[in-house]
């Protein structure tokens, strides 16, 4: 079962430099489109201590991936006087800040941005969370829910999105020091005839002295296989297409994985330094298709969604 410590927060209202970020990809079952929800905190010390409450310390982003059709934005700041956060380390997680917040199985929201009006409020579970990555100080990449069912309701300019299930997709936590100089990761969730779903979490970004992070985690059919031996095949990153393929193998098990999205199905957005020196690109794909091929002892499988993927290429 999903750990609550992985949602559990990491920044002190001291810490001058560091951003943490809770997050949900939800992928409508009616296949009409992607949510994608931030939850941000960014150098709350800072803020606290200078005009940094100018550069919006506490955020709330909204993103809709319509299907055929360009993606929408829409971010809200706040200054760290309305946050109500829970201590570090300590559960149960909250994070509130005016009427949006995030906890460890629900998530609501309500955003006035430039015309538009965004509301939600969402019920989350799952079977299996991880950790993809923990360097302590420097960083982590979790997922608490890695294959999350999703129900409720989402509001957007009059359009109502509502049902039980709602949808499919990841809540995930990241935290850093600093975002990495590059990194490429992916969530593909594929649903099973018999109620449950198989997921596959991949990331690779950039260490110092050359070297680099490596981990892809599949779950499939109960049973969760890490792999640290990720070889790409394939990397496309570009304005109009991006495309990630890869095998990885663990024994007697192995798998090979493509994950794929272009044109209006691309969103990219500039993500602010920590060290607030400027701003970088990050494509995300919030409807990306996926394949992957899992091969084991008298087992060949093939699995695909047409728009149940999230791709992820930040830096350059």
Same mark, same amino acid.
């Given at each position: 079962?999903?750990?609550?410590?992985?949602?559990?927060?990491?920044?002190?209202?001291?810490?001058?430099?560091?951003?943490?970020?809770?997050?949900?990809?939800?992928?409508?079952?009616?296949?009409?489109?992607?949510?994608?929800?931030?939850?941000?905190?960014?150098?709350?010390?800072?803020?606290?201590?200078?005009?940094?409450?100018?550069?919006?310390?506490?955020?709330?982003?909204?993103?809709?991936?319509?299907?055929?059709?360009?993606?929408?934005?829409?971010?809200?700041?706040?200054?760290?006087?309305?946050?109500?956060?829970?201590?570090?380390?300590?559960?149960?997680?909250?994070?509130?800040?005016?009427?949006?917040?995030?906890?460890?199985?629900?998530?609501?929201?309500?955003?006035?941005?430039?015309?538009?009006?965004?509301?939600?409020?969402?019920?989350?579970?799952?079977?299996?969370?991880?950790?993809?990555?923990?360097?302590?100080?420097?960083? @982590?990449?979790? &997922?608490?829910? !890695?294959? =999350?069912?999703?129900?409720?309701? +989402?509001?957007?300019?009059?359009?109502?999105? *509502?049902?039980?299930?709602?949808?499919?997709?990841?809540?995930?936590?990241?935290?850093?020091?600093?975002?990495?100089?590059?990194?490429?990761?992916?969530?593909?969730?594929?649903?099973?005839?018999?109620?449950?779903?198989?997921?596959?979490?991949?990331?690779?970004?950039?260490?110092?002295?050359?070297?680099?992070?490596?981990?892809?985690?599949?779950?499939?059919?109960?049973?969760?296989?890490?792999?640290?031996?990720?070889?790409?095949?394939?990397?496309?990153?570009?304005?109009?297409?991006?495309?990630?393929?890869?095998?990885?193998?663990?024994?007697?098990?192995?798998?090979?994985?493509?994950?794929?999205?272009?044109?209006?199905?691309?969103?990219?957005?500039?993500?602010?330094?920590?060290?607030?020196?400027?701003? @970088?690109?990050? &494509?995300?794909? !919030?409807? =990306?298709?996926?394949?992957?091929? +899992?091969?084991?002892?008298?087992?060949?499988? *093939?699995?695909?969604?047409?728009?149940?993927?999230?791709?992820?290429?930040?830096?350059?």
């Amino acid at each position: 079962m999903p750990d609550p410590r992985l949602n559990a927060v990491y920044s002190s209202r001291s810490m001058t430099r560091r951003y943490e970020v809770w997050f949900l990809r939800c992928g409508l079952a009616n296949g009409s489109g992607a949510w994608w929800f931030r939850y941000l905190l960014m150098n709350l010390g800072r803020a606290a201590r200078s005009a940094e409450n100018a550069k919006m310390p506490v955020q709330v982003w909204a993103t809709w991936f319509p299907r055929d059709a360009q993606p929408q934005t829409f971010i809200q700041g706040f200054p760290t006087d309305q946050l109500d956060l829970s201590p570090r380390h300590q559960l149960p997680f909250r994070f509130k800040v005016a009427d949006n917040a995030i906890d460890e199985n629900s998530c609501r929201g309500n955003l006035s941005v430039n015309g538009h009006s965004i509301s939600w409020n969402l019920r989350n579970h799952s079977n299996f969370g991880v950790t993809l990555s923990n360097k302590g100080w420097i960083g @982590f990449s979790k &997922s608490p829910h !890695s294959d =999350a069912i999703f129900s409720g309701e +989402i509001n957007f300019d009059g359009q109502r999105f *509502s049902a039980d299930p709602l949808g499919f997709g990841v809540q995930g936590h990241n935290c850093g020091y600093r975002h990495r100089t590059f990194w490429r990761w992916m969530h593909a969730y594929f649903p099973q005839p018999e109620g449950s779903a198989t997921t596959l979490e991949a990331l690779i970004y950039d260490l110092p002295f050359g070297f680099l992070f490596r981990k892809a985690v599949l779950w499939h059919k109960g049973t969760a296989t890490t792999f640290k031996n990720l070889r790409e095949s394939e990397i496309v990153h570009r304005e109009e297409h991006l495309k990630w393929a890869f095998v990885a193998n663990r024994g007697d098990l192995s798998f090979n994985a493509a994950i794929e999205a272009s044109d209006a199905g691309i969103h990219r957005l500039p993500y602010i330094r920590t060290n607030c020196s400027g701003s @970088f690109p990050v &494509s995300n794909a !919030s409807l =990306a298709q996926a394949t992957i091929r +899992i091969l084991a002892k008298n087992r060949d499988e *093939s699995l695909q969604t047409l728009s149940g993927a999230v791709l992820e290429m930040g830096g350059s």
